[in-house]
């Protein structure tokens, strides 16, 4: 099983340079960090967490921009999102901005994406909360036909375009890989349907990891691979994990200035590798 950190990357937390050089030293496999555009000051979308937003919700830098930046320090770290809001972003221009990390990275990218929480951030991108299913859905296989096709055309209920043509195309063949976050049933569904890795949470009971599993080997999907996000350092748990076939973990990083970050750091690769650190 290989181990990452999941992260905020802030303008007041550890560069993205200096965090990919850090991890890959340490022998981490992947970073995956988060994606706000904008937190509206009048928001009525409770978060999950409970109480007040987190400062690092305000202050996230673009995902892709940040990931750039770590890729010029990094050789084999896996640079991936968890998650992309894709439902809000125009799906052109995405499809430039992975294929393009994709390429100048060496094929490095793990494109996570999800439907999203936060309905008055949506609804600042035009996107009607209720439809941003759908809307998912038709965007993702949209990206996947902008990178794998020359004259690339979708026409859908929620994105139509005629024949484009659209470089660089990805350096990873077919396309980087697509990890689905989530765990309800249209989650369940968009990543049978759509994904290449499933994306959940760590509050996800390794009973439901081991069902969706099954699930998706008689949906004829056993090649979907998991990234388990969030994951504790307990060691009881890891195994856990292992065993219900979880191919990746990742644990939270706080974002933090540079030098705490790396103490944090040091703390989680002590930790990592005791349970069997994986680099590749």
């Known amino acids: 099983m290989k181990f990452g950190v999941n992260t905020f990357v802030t303008d007041e937390s550890i560069r993205p340079d200096v965090l990919g050089r850090a991890l890959e030293e340490r022998g981490f496999e992947s970073l995956l960090i988060t994606e706000h555009s904008h937190i509206p000051v009048k928001r009525e979308t409770p978060w999950s967490g409970g109480g007040d937003l987190p400062r690092e919700y305000y202050r996230t830098y673009d995902p892709f921009v940040a990931l750039a930046v770590a890729s010029t320090t990094t050789t084999t770290l896996t640079l991936g999102t968890a998650v992309a809001l894709l439902a809000q972003r125009d799906v052109l221009q995405t499809a430039k901005e992975v294929a393009t990390l994709d390429v100048l990275s060496g094929g490095r990218v793990l494109l996570g994406v999800g439907a999203g929480w936060n309905r008055e951030e949506m609804r600042n991108h035009g996107v009607d909360p209720r439809r941003r299913g759908p809307l998912l ?115 939270t990083l706080p974002p933090l200035p540079e030098a705490e970050t790396l103490r944090h750091l040091d703390e989680l690769a002590t930790r990592a590798e005791s349970f069997g650190l994986e680099t590749c």
């Open 137 to 251: 859905d038709e965007k993702i296989a949209a990206l996947k036909v902008i990178w794998t096709d020359d004259e690339a055309e979708f026409h859908g209920e929620h994105v139509d375009f005629d024949p484009i043509f659209s470089w660089p195309k990805p350096v990873r063949r077919p396309h980087p890989p697509i990890a689905v976050g989530g765990e309800s049933p249209a989650a369940l569904t968009r990543l049978a349907r759509y994904g290449n890795e499933w994306m959940p949470r760590a509050k996800t009971p390794v009973a439901e990891l081991r069902r969706v599993t099954s699930w998706l080997a008689d949906q004829g999907r056993a090649d979907v691979r998991t990234t388990l996000c969030g994951a504790t350092t307990d060691a009881a748990t890891v195994t856990a994990y292992a065993e219900a076939g979880v191919d990746r973990v990742t644990f």
